[in-house]
């Protein structure tokens, strides 16, 4: 599953929409601009998740207009949802595809789940940030001469890393304190 499904699941997870409407929220939340969601895939998504069972349309009609097909998730579309999800914020190496499961978080993941992810991100990062630092400081003492454009170029490296951490520990503040139980997937109980 790519980008454009965890999309089409997890803006549907908030509401029942049509394709137009869909694409128009690609669109609006800037989607196709950070996340690099194509919003003309959002039709041949649909059809994908429909088609395997994620998503059921029903036709409406409003007023005089022709009739059009509102999509909804299915109950095995919110596990594929959950899935896809939680791959995004697991098993991604890239931060814009970290950030695009974020989007889509809400009601999917309990809090502590969603806290004890972040926090392994931001260990993760940390790590590699020290580890990029060593080798920068290895790289500046072996090529003295390094012309300026990689200079630039290596101390934006660094300086993304930073802002994706404090990003993160942001993250984690608000997950934190968010005192609205609707927005996390319920902690399961134990029953004897």
Known sequence: MSKIHLTALGLLNERPMHGYELKQVVCERHLDQWADVNPNSVYKALQALQGKGFIEGSEETEGNNPPRTVFSLTPEGRQELAKLVRHFLKESS???????GVAFVLRVMTKRELLATISQRIDSMEQHQQSHRKHLRKVLAENP????????????????????????????????ACDQPEHFKPEETNRI
């Open 94 to 100: 890239h931060p814009h595809d970290f950030w695009l």
């Open 145 to 176: 001469d390094l012309p300026f454009n990689w200079l630039t170029l290596i101390k934006m490296g660094d300086s993304m890393m930073k802002t994706h951490i404090a990003c993160l520990r942001d993250l984690r503040q608000a997950t934190e």
